[in-house]
Each structure stands twice: as structure tokens, then as C-alpha cells.
């Protein structure tokens, strides 16, 4: 099972209080929570990806999160690439890819107990606006990275998710996991 330590807190534009999942939990506790969401790979000119380092454990992953009620995957991508990075990525420019949700890699535990096990379809963009400037709450730092060299120590899902983008790229095929 993965581990990520977060704080109920720990948010960009829409904080915990007041989100979906915040009223979720206040109906079901610490539950296993089943969650939708996205995991965005943006790839630049160089074909680098980019790699954020959450700010609270240290460990470098891809921009992703939950969706909310009411938006779909790519409003869920969208918005974390904005929240968590400060670029601005258009729908159209996402290319799904595959979808994690494999419980042995995808369920999380939070500090609180809290327990998730999420559903994330994964995009890949090569195109979208803006300056890189990470989220202060969130993300301590941003950079491009080779793909097949991330920063290290690597989030659990997000190897995985390189791993499906790079059998995407040489098959062609949709990920499933």
C-alpha cells in the first residue's frame, strides 16, 4: 500500500475545509474513500518531464488530485497543473493515456488515518502557457527532468504512471493498471 503524508490543510486555491472530500469525510470518517482524479506528465521541447516535490514529505511526483463535484478528469487535471504549478494547460492539448488504480499502488494513508484509493486517469501535454512558479502549500520545488532519470525519492504512482507512458509511447496502446 502506498503512504503519503498530508495535512488536512494542505491545499492551493480550494482549500480541504469546505471541499468534496472534506465532506465526504465528515459523513464516513477515515474509510477507505474510492477517489477520481488526474496525474498530468508535461513533457517540454527536450522531452523532459516535469517533477514536482511535495512540500511536506519531500518525495517528487507529478502534478495530480482529485476531482470535484461536478468536473470531470480534465477539469481535475487542469486544474491541479494551475494549482500546483502556476502553468496553464487548455483540455484540448491532454492526450489520456492510461488510468491507475491499482489499490496495491494507488491507496494512500494520510497522517490523520485517513485512507484513499484512487482512480486516476493519467494525460500527458507537451503544450500550455505561463511561467513554472509551484504552490507554495503544496509543492516545494519544480524542475525537467529525462524521464528515464526523475528525481529522486520517486512517489510509488508516479513511477508507475512513467512506467505506463512509456509503453503508451512504444505501443500505441492505452494503459490500463
Known sequence: MGRMDCDEGDTHTMSYTGSYIWSLRR?????????????????????????????????WELPAGSCEEGGDFADAAVREVAEETGLRVEREDLTAFGTLSDPKVHTLTYPNGDVTHCFALCFVARRWAGELSPGADEVRQALFRPLDAPPRPLHPPTEVVLSMYERFRVEGRFQAR
Open 27 to 59: 459523513q464516513v470518517g477515515s474509510r477507505t474513500l474510492l477517489v477520481p482524479g488526474a496525474q498530468v506528465l508535461l513533457i517540454d521541447a527536450e522531452g523532459r518531464g516535469l517533477f514536482q516535490q511535495r512540500a511536506d514529505t519531500g518525495v
